[in-house]
């Protein structure tokens, strides 16, 4: 009967996951709100560590880095903020927690809700996804600023630009930055921006406006300009508002700056430092070349001063040394053979002269020809035959008689 009567005995670890149980079970979900206390972030992990409290309690909190990564803002100690999470208990040591899921400053409205809902939603689809984001170029031409055409932005703008790349074009596309109908006065810009592609090429649309409340910005968090934005084909930049303002059109971008100011310095280069880049380029260029230069020329002198340089010289100049000995030998012997053909040949010319029948005919003598046939002729091909014996020719033949001086036509009587 006594140990009937006896208490169940629990273990620690019992207790406490039977307290673990009934605390999840129920309490799934609680917002509080509270102020930040003790507020880390693990080094490793990125899961944000704190206290929330109030004037008469406290009640440690976690946000793992999967949740607190899309944070527009990092929670500081002070800070007032609500949450929205799971109590959870840590049987190991007996404690709980509450794990935040989401978290946001006190006094934040719908405004900041819808926005927070729709970068959510975004988020999900990819389109802050730095694999959809375009390079923007190192050198742009012509740029789209689509801005106000009144106020500090556009004189801001235009000023640091000129200052810093003075060869770049700024196509102003006016459009209302604040009010109703602003999201789609910009949507229009984007759309007729990306039709200037053929003339000139447009390599960079910048949006820009100064800062302003939630309410002022709203235009930039519109769904369908976040849309236009993303399949824009060419590369945006978002100038909207003060550093510490983020809107949809920042995410969805291929690159935000903080200020229009500050895109005026991101998109274009600085045409000091490229001068100065040139000028180091342009001075080192000529010292290697200069340098180069020197070092062939000296290994040029002392190729020309060796001996295997000036051997294949020396050996042509005793080849012509020996061309013109050969050239003087050649002319020597070819001049004595000529002098001696000359001397034959003025001696056969003499020889000829002295019995040349026509010499003879001079001294008296006469050459007798008589007229030939063409049958008698045969393959002769000539049409008169020299006459040597008197039989040679017969009684009334006509022949001819050839004189020194004269030819004389004769007819053969007996």
């Not at 934005?229 to 930049?237: A, Q, R």
Request: glycine share 6%; charged share 25%; hydrophobic share 40%.
């Amino acid at each position: 009967m006594i140990q009937g009567n006896l208490p169940q005995i629990l273990t620690v670890s019992e207790l406490n996951f039977n307290i673990k149980t009934l605390v999840e079970e129920n309490f799934r979900f609680v917002h509080l709100i509270g102020e930040i206390s003790n507020f880390k972030v693990h080094s490793q992990s990125g899961h944000y560590y704190f206290t929330l409290k109030d004037s008469g309690s406290q009640i440690s909190a976690v946000m793992w880095r999967t949740r607190n990564e899309n944070l527009l803002f990092t929670p500081e100690d002070g800070m007032q903020i609500v949450v929205k999470g799971r109590i959870t208990v840590f049987p190991a040591k007996g404690s709980y927690q509450i794990e935040v899921w989401e978290l946001k400053p006190q006094g934040m409205g719908e405004l900041q809700a819808r926005f927070e809902k729709l970068k959510q939603k975004l988020f999900e689809e990819g389109m802050f996804d730095e694999a959809h984001k375009m390079e923007l170029p190192k050198f742009p031409e012509n740029i789209v600023l689509i801005t106000s055409k009144t106020g500090a932005v556009l004189h801001d703008f235009i000023k640091i630009c000129k200052r810093r790349y003075p060869l770049l074009n700024i196509y102003l596309y006016p459009v209302n930055v604040q009010g109703v109908s602003a999201s789609s006065s910009i949507i229009e810009a984007l759309r007729d921006a990306e039709k200037f592609q053929k003339f000139p090429v447009i390599d960079i649309i910048v949006i820009a406006r100064g800062g302003g409340s939630l309410e002022d910005l709203l235009p930039f968090n519109d769904e369908r300009l976040a849309r236009v934005i993303f399949s824009c084909k060419i590369p945006i930049v978002s100038a909207v508002g003060h550093e510490v303002d983020f809107t949809i059109c920042d995410f969805v971008a291929d690159m935000r700056a903080p200020t229009p100011s500050a895109a005026a310095e991101l998109i274009t280069p600085n045409i000091k430092d490229l001068i100065e880049s040139i000028d180091k380029f342009s001075y080192f260029s000529r010292s290697f070349v200069q340098s180069k230069t020197e070092n062939l020329r000296n290994s040029l002198r002392e190729v020309q001063g060796s001996y295997y340089f000036n051997r294949p010289k020396d050996l042509i100049s005793e080849f012509n040394m020996r061309i013109d000995e050969l050239s003087k030998g050649i002319t020597g012997t070819a001049g004595g053979r000529i002098s001696s053909l000359k001397s034959s040949v003025k001696f056969f010319k003499q020889t000829l002269h002295h019995i040349s029948p026509r010499n003879n005919l001079k001294k008296g003598y006469a050459i007798v020809r008589k007229k030939v046939d063409m049958d008698e002729l045969r393959l002769l091909f000539e049409f008169e035959k020299i006459v040597t014996r008197a039989s040679g020719v017969g009684k009334n033949e006509e022949v001819e008689i050839e004189f020194h001086d004269n030819k004389k036509q004769a007819k053969i009587t007996s």
